[in-house]
């Protein structure tokens, strides 16, 4: 009875029993395998003090303290070869240079490189001397527009405009365009509004043009708009600009004196700027760089 229900027992769960005790085995196979490989890496870990060194570590020393190895001085100081081979050549160098002895004494400027040669005093022969006046070019002297030598300074200096009298007209002709710095006027030939800082008196070609007052001339320049352009300083800062003239007819040349009346040059053809309003004179009056209204000083 007894053998039946165990043989029973085994048909029914037999199957599991066996399964558990096969897993139960491999674990335990498991844990002693690993058990046992820890084991050979720590003997691996130690190191025997009492054994023999190497045979071909020591070899590898000797030859690192053969004196002449470059190899190995290569690879255990690669930086400081350099230093070193430049520190030989240094002192090769210093010791053969036979003036250099181990107790001598050097000044700064002899560790410095420098010779100490004691140069002889060279005495110069008295040479003539030029005065700064002598070398010196004559001062000048600013004038509206141009500069004039020190030459005409007196005569600049002794220039006065007297403006109770006025300004003498240069020509007889009309006035085309007024002087207007406060509002634009219009340009005829450029057919656009702008302000006007002189005044364009009508005249012919050929007509002659007149100091309008006593004067220096300053200034006698090719001007785009203006075209052949002489302005004289009449003292006291005042300066007269006459435009439009021809070159070909104007003989004074900068630093020359006019007197009121006389004939500066003659009228020429309009530049490009005033083809429509005609020929013309430009003349304008300047004091201190400034512009001034011509009709108030003209009589």
């Known amino acids: ?69 470059q190899a190995a001085d290569d ?13 030989t050549d240094t002192t090769d160098e210093v010791v053969d240079n036979d003036s250099l002895l181990e107790y001598d004494v050097f000044t700064e400027e002899e560790e410095q490189g420098l010779d100490l040669v004691e140069i002889p005093e060279v005495v110069k022969e008295d040479e003539p001397v030029q005065t700064a006046e002598a070398n010196e070019p004559p001062e000048a002297v600013e004038t509206a527009g141009a500069t004039v030598q020190a030459e005409n300074k007196p005569v600049l200096s002794s220039l006065k405009f007297d403006k109770e009298a006025g300004l003498s007209w240069p020509v007889k002709g009309n006035v085309i365009m007024k002087y207007s710095m406060d509002h634009t006027v219009y340009y005829q030939t450029l057919m656009l509004y702008k302000t006007s800082p002189a005044i364009i008196l009508g005249a012919e070609v050929g007509e002659d043009v ?90």
């Open 1 to 69: 009875m007894k053998k039946n229900r165990l043989a029973e027992f085994f048909k029914g769960k037999g199957y599991y029993v066996l399964l558990f005790v096969g897993v139960i085995a491999i674990a335990a196979t498991a844990i002693i395998g690993s058990r046992l490989s820890e084991g050979n890496i720590e003997d691996d870990n130690y190191v025997d003090l009492n054994e023999e060194p190497d045979n071909n570590l020591a070899e590898w020393e000797e030859y690192t303290k053969l004196p002449n190895n």
């Open 75 to 87: 690879i255990i100081n690669p930086r400081d070869n350099v230093t070193a081979d430049n520190s």
């Open 210 to 299: 007149e100091a309008a007052a006593r004067g220096i001339v300053t200034s006698a320049e090719w001007n785009e708009e203006t075209g052949y352009t002489v302005t004289t300083a009449i003292g006291d800062g005042y300066s007269l600009v006459y435009g439009q003239l021809d070159e070909a007819t104007v003989s004074f040349k900068v630093g020359d004196k006019v007197d009121e009346g006389e004939v500066i040059g003659a009228i020429a053809k309009p530049t490009k700027y005033y083809t429509v309003e005609g020929s013309n004179l430009y003349f304008q009056v300047m004091q201190d760089d400034k512009t001034v209204n011509p009709m108030l000083l003209l009589r």
